[in-house]
């Protein structure tokens, strides 16, 4: 009865319900995919992605941590990773957790390794100290002086490495000792909040101050013998300065200065007009010294020993010839990274090329992505800070995809197809063709997100430009540079450099014509950090996974495009106040103020403008007399810079926000005051009115503020005052920002 009961009261039980779609099984597709990962031994590149994410944790501290805490948890991490060696999963959790307090801790030693003092304020001053380097520029020379004595300047605050720049340095040469006077500033910070920090760069270089000499300079005995280091190095840039004067004055013109650059590594001969050039067409990572020109000096020594030692039969039949070639292309690779300055771009390029010469040392084949990760855990534990800059972000992030995706789109078609010479040399040229072209533009994509992060700018015709360039610089260029580095000693160089001038000067011609093209350049407002950490995300995953796991990069790709969208500052500061960009009523910048070219083009790129920072537009929109100028922004806010201090009576009064150099009275009641004393406290600064009548200040040094205080719309008063036209003008000690354009796009492309 109960039974019955039960199946009276008992629910009909339906059909189970079934979705139109498959459910994905995400817990077998990670299963899958990490399991493949193991299988093709694709864990350790996440070794590198570890040690570098503690090293961005270590730039993101305040302060300056502790050395303890890190090692400290890297030997607890390495503990427990022995102690449960036997769990595959808790084994990798804490090799990585290992790399990443390794990588905070290579940031940490590094900091206290290279700490020296920074001037801190502006001084003119007589100075003497070696001649550590020397650098030809169309203007001058530029000097690295290592200081033995500033007047004025206690021990324990004098820098000790200044950069320098003179217009007359005849017969200046490195390891001379010099007696000068010198107008010293500290090295720059940021134009912007976000922009290329030049203080830190400088910082770990060990450059204390930078600016010109104004003195006549005076070469005497030195009280003291130079140490070892600084007379090899001193040595070393002097033999690149004499070649680097043979080889421009041997070809000549514009096309001297990049043929000796792509051999020595000096690009001070490099005019400015060329450089734009070479930019607009996209292929100004020629001139930087890295995987192209490294492979081709390499296979140039490899090939010229195995055929050396081929002409005696009994030593092939004998000796080990190709382990022998191999040594010898790994001496010259190193004495030309050595020779050529020792760039990130370099340096990675010399260990990809010795682990892989080594791997047939070891009758071992070279696995390319493990290469690289190897490559960037010895570049990033020499200079941590490395990681925070373009040159290795897009130089390992290009040769990371090419490993990756190029083997993936090359078309094996033309292989083993009969035909007769001349089909044969066609088909030849086509695959070939296609291959430049495939590289091209899967290192063009890789390096697309960093290059609008550091450098707001785009390339679209790079594709052409390499295209035409790169056979050129392969076949005719770096060919001749390597014989002509061998034939100088000889003397018998000379017809070797006009051979390579005469290659480079039509690779000059075919960036001119690319450059010409209406669009070559793109300028595009800067990405947000989260843009670029996102888009770095996805190129990890689809570069270093192995499996079908490569399609989670989708997620991060998708997020990093919504964050790219363009969140433009409405006012950019200058850090010491002597100028601003403010975005007038039209939308665009207007700029007052006098500040240097460098600076307000810094602007103008962070805002996706293409204007020139001498175009007269950008004045346009300011109403300026001798005491200031009036700017009409955004919700009809007036916005005041203030030259003179009879100014701030009437601009306090009318103007939502004040900016001066100026320390500004008490009284003043505006409801933003960036004077001397706000701006000494953030450095660089940049506002962005929001929608809730707020506004958000962003600084250099206090980083991100939300300031609670209703920004009144307010009326101009007074009637338009005559414009007074300011030019900009240029500023000698902030010739340290100049190699900006320089560093970052040479770093680099593709090889």
């Not at 570098?52 to 990773?81: D, S």
């Not at 390891?175 to 290329?196: C, D, M, S, V």
């Not at 793109?522 to 270093?544: D, F, N, Q």
Request: with cysteine.
């Amino acid at each position: 009865m109960p039974r019955l009961f039960a199946r009276a009261l008992a629910l009909p039980q339906g059909r189970p319900f079934a979705f139109p779609w498959a459910v994905p099984d995400w817990q077998g597709f990670l299963a899958q995919g990490l399991s493949r990962e193991i299988e093709q031994r694709r864990l350790f590149p996440w070794i590198a992605v570890c040690f570098g994410l503690g090293i961005v944790l270590f730039f993101q501290a305040e302060g300056q941590p502790v050395l303890w805490a890190p090692l400290g948890g890297l030997m607890l991490c390495v503990v427990a990773a022995f102690l449960l060696r036997r769990s595959l999963a808790a084994l990798a959790i804490m090799i990585g957790l290992a790399a990443l307090f390794a990588g905070f801790s290579a940031g940490a030693i590094r900091t206290r390794s290279v700490a020296a003092p920074v001037l801190a304020r502006m001084t003119i001053t007589p100075v003497s100290g070696f001649i550590e380097a020397v650098e030809d520029r169309p203007e001058g020379k530029r000097l690295l002086l290592r200081i033995a004595e500033m007047k004025g300047v206690a021990e324990s605050d004098r820098p000790r490495i200044v950069r320098v720049s003179v217009r007359n340095g005849e017969g200046l040469a490195a390891g001379q000792f010099i007696e000068t006077k010198a107008r010293l500033l500290p090295p720059p910070q940021p134009a912007w909040p976000g922009g290329y920090d030049f203080g830190r760069d400088a910082y770990f270089k060990g450059i204390g101050a930078v600016g010109s000499l104004v003195g006549p300079v005076r070469r005497v005995t030195s009280p003291e013998q130079p140490s070892w280091s600084l007379w090899l190095a001193a040595k070393i840039d002097e033999a690149r300065n004499t070649l680097t004067q043979r080889i421009a004055s041997s070809i000549g013109g514009p096309a001297g200065g990049v043929g000796a650059a792509l051999v020595t590594g000096k690009r001070g001969l490099i005019g400015e007009p060329t450089n734009d050039v070479l930019r607009a067409a996209g292929i100004y990572h020629i001139v930087s010294i890295s995987g192209l020109h490294m492979v081709l000096a390499a296979g140039t020594f490899f090939w010229l020993a195995r055929a050396f030692l081929a002409l005696a039969p009994a030593l092939v039949l004998l000796w080990p010839v190709k382990k022998i070639a191999a040594v010898a292309a790994m001496a010259g690779a190193t004495g030309y990274c050595v020779f050529s300055g020792s760039d990130v771009a370099t340096e990675r390029s010399l260990i990809m090329t010795l682990v892989m010469f080594g791997a047939i040392l070891a009758d071992r084949p070279a696995l390319s992505i493990r290469n690289l990760s190897v490559a960037a855990l010895i570049v990033l534990a020499r200079e941590p800070e490395a990681l925070l800059g373009p040159s290795f972000q897009m130089s390992f992030g290009a040769v990371a995809a090419l490993t990756t995706f190029v083997p993936l789109m090359t078309w094996k078609g033309f292989e083993g197809r009969p035909g007769g010479t001349l089909e044969k040399g066609f088909l030849w040229m086509v695959q070939n063709a296609l291959g430049l072209v495939t590289t091209t533009l899967v290192a063009s994509i890789a390096t697309a997100p960093f290059s609008a992060y550091h450098f707001q700018t785009l390339n679209p015709y790079g594709l052409i430009g390499n295209a035409l360039a790169l056979p050129l610089v392969s076949l005719v260029v770096m060919p001749s540079a390597v014989l002509g580095v061998l034939a100088y000693p000889f003397g018998l160089d000379r017809p070797i450099w006009q051979i390579m001038g005469f290659a480079v000067n039509h690779v000059l011609d075919v960036s001119a014509w690319v450059g010409g093209l209406s669009g070559s350049i793109m300028v595009v407002p800067a990405l947000s950090v989260g843009a670029l950490a996102l888009l770095s995300a996805a190129l990890l995953i689809l570069t270093l996974s192995a499996s079908s796991l490569r399609w989670l990069a989708v997620i991060p790709v998708g997020a990093g495009l919504a964050f790219a969208a363009p969140n433009r500052a409405d006012i950019f500061v200058d850090r010491e106040g002597a100028g601003a960009a403010i975005r007038a009523s039209d939308g665009n910048l207007t700029v007052v103020g006098r500040t240097s070219q460098f600076v307000t083009e810094q602007w103008l790129r962070a805002d996706g403008d293409g204007r020139n920072a001498d175009d007269a537009s950008l004045r346009r929109n300011a109403r300026c007399d001798r005491s200031g100028c009036i700017v009409e922004g955004k919700g009809k806010r007036m916005i005041a810079f203030v030259h003179d201090l009879s100014a701030f009576e009437e601009d306090c009064r009318r103007a939502a926000i004040v900016i001066t150099r100026l320390k500004a009275p008490s009284r003043c009641q505006a409801s933003l005051l960036l004077d001397r004393e706000a701006l000494s406290a953030r450095g660089a600064t940049a506002i962005r009115f929001r929608d809730d009548a707020t506004i958000e200040i962003r600084s250099v040094r206090k980083g991100s503020e939300v300031v609670a205080v209703t920004i009144p719309e307010t009326r101009a008063g007074s009637a338009p005052v005559q414009h007074r036209p300011q030019k900009a003008r240029p500023v000698p000690e902030q010739d340290l920002p100049q190699e900006l354009p320089e560093e970052e796009i040479s770093s680099d492309e593709p090889d």
